[in-house]
């Protein structure tokens, strides 16, 4: 089964067995097989595709390389494609290429394993205030791009020069749903949130001075935007944002 679109596949499975292109047996024989795989040191949930539609993001923090390497590849005898890995340090990445096809982002520190072709369904934009936001940016448009969404970056459009921001307007109103990347501040979400009739996913970044508290002033900022249509998730979540944009994006269809 795909690893990103699970669903559609035991969707397209079930539909080949009514035409009679798979006989019951071998469809039964798919869908039983074993959730999840038991490694010792993780269980790999095999079926999480068909419960949500995306495979298994490995979280790489705190994590042997030997042992990111051995979910990924039992993940890819499985024939999944394009697994996330986060928050991968390039020393780990290196040490699990030796054992598993990998493409290495270091700016994110997020790594691609058994890379292959992806879709690019509707349009997300990520969006940052600076150019210091842009490793979280990053990690949200990288992971919105393996979960096959077409993806735009406007970096450095903070309040600080709004025209820059102002000069986009036609590629932000395009969008189905927007990504804006902030610290200091914070304000650049409510700015967004305040031109788009699509949801905005406010991420706080850890960027800026001593009363920036690591992202904190950023985060309860975004917390009371008062512009519509404005979520928020927590401190340089990239990812979980990045995650929420895709799934947005392809709500349409889906039923």
């Known amino acids: 089964?795909?690893?990103?679109?699970?669903?559609?596949?035991?969707?397209?499975?079930?539909?080949q067995v009514a035409e009679g292109s798979v006989p019951p047996e071998e469809a039964l024989l798919q869908l039983k097989q074993e959730p999840f795989?038991?490694?010792?040191?993780?269980?790999?949930?095999?079926?999480?595709?068909?419960?949500?539609?995306?495979?298994?993001?490995?979280?790489?923090?705190?994590?042997?390389?030997?042992?990111?390497?051995?979910?990924?590849?039992?993940?890819?005898?499985r024939g999944c494609r394009n697994i996330l890995i986060t928050r991968i340090s390039q020393e780990a990445a290196e040490e699990a290429a030796r054992t598993v096809p990998l493409d290495y982002h270091?700016?994110?520190?997020l790594a691609i394993a058994f890379p292959g072709e992806r879709n690019a369904l509707g349009h997300i934009v990520?969006?940052?205030?600076?150019?210091?936001?842009?490793?979280?940016?990053?990690?949200a448009a990288l992971t919105a791009e393996v979960l096959?969404?077409?993806?735009?970056?406007?970096?450095?459009?903070?309040?600080?020069?709004?025209h820059r921001l102002l000069s986009n307007l036609e590629v932000l109103m395009?969008?189905?749903?927007?990504?804006?990347?902030?610290?200091?501040?914070?304000?650049?979400?409510?700015?967004?949130g305040g031109l788009v009739d699509c949801p905005v996913i406010a991420v706080p970044t850890s960027v800026g001075y001593g009363a920036n508290f690591g992202g904190l002033s950023a985060l309860l900022a975004m917390l009371n935007s008062c512009a519509s249509?404005?979520?928020?998730?927590?401190?340089?979540?990239g990812f979980g944002a990045g995650y929420l944009a895709s799934m947005i994006n392809q709500m349409e269809g889906i039923g």
């Open 148 to 162: 096959g969404n077409k993806v735009t970056r406007l970096y450095d459009v903070g309040v600080a020069g709004l």
């Open 229 to 237: 249509g404005c979520s928020v998730v927590n401190i340089d979540n």
């Open 106 to 109: 270091p700016l994110p520190r």
């Open 174 to 192: 395009s969008a189905r749903c927007i990504v804006a990347a902030a610290g200091m501040e914070g304000a650049l979400a409510s700015v967004i």
């Open 37 to 77: 795989q038991d490694l010792g040191y993780a269980k790999v949930d095999h079926h999480r595709g068909v419960r949500q539609g995306a495979a298994e993001v490995i979280y790489g923090a705190g994590k042997a390389p030997e042992q990111i390497a051995g979910i990924a590849a039992a993940m890819g005898e």
């Open 126 to 139: 990520v969006a940052t205030g600076g150019t210091s936001d842009m490793p979280v940016a990053e990690e």
């Open 1 to 15: 089964m795909s690893p990103m679109n699970g669903r559609y596949d035991t969707l397209q499975l079930l539909r």
